[in-house]
């Protein structure tokens, strides 16, 4: 099992560079070229949704991205480390529809990376969340000559 660990602060410039190592790595895992554009939106949108959390939260930590090869399958987990109120929650200071308004975004970005990726696992709490994503690989073809 092979895994790429990538970390960048929490600016949005950086979610290029994150989709670009992420279709650079899930090729060199097997991951179908025709999948490879659903990768670099998928890893887009959940880079963008974490930077999003960090900013808002005044977090500085950096948003982390794990990309692991394994024999069958190819995963990305975008991780960040903003606190998750529970679904209805509001955090201290929320203006009027303010909290309304993020959770509203997220779950449109939620949606966009579930109709991009087959097989999605979220999860959150009080120290952060991840999105988990997986694609089938086929195994490179061996050279016999």
Known sequence: MATVELRFSALPEHVRTARLVAAAVARRAGVD??????VRLAV???????VGLHRNGGISAPV??????EEKQFSIEVGDE???PASGGRTPGDGPGGAEAEIEEDA???????GLVDDVEVSSGEHGGTIR?????????????
Do not use: N, Q, Y
């Not at 070229?33 to 659903?38: H, K, Q, R, S, Y």
């Not at 982390?64 to 090869?69: A, C, G």
């Open 44 to 50: 887009g949108e959940a880079c963008t949704r974490a």
């Open 133 to 145: 994503m997986r694609w089938s690989t086929t195994p490179p073809a061996t050279f016999h000559g």
């Open 64 to 69: 982390k991205v794990l990309l692991t090869e």
């Open 33 to 38: 070229e025709t999948v490879l554009d659903e």
């Open 82 to 84: 903003a606190p998750h």
């Open 108 to 114: 449109m970005g939620l949606a966009v990376i579930s």
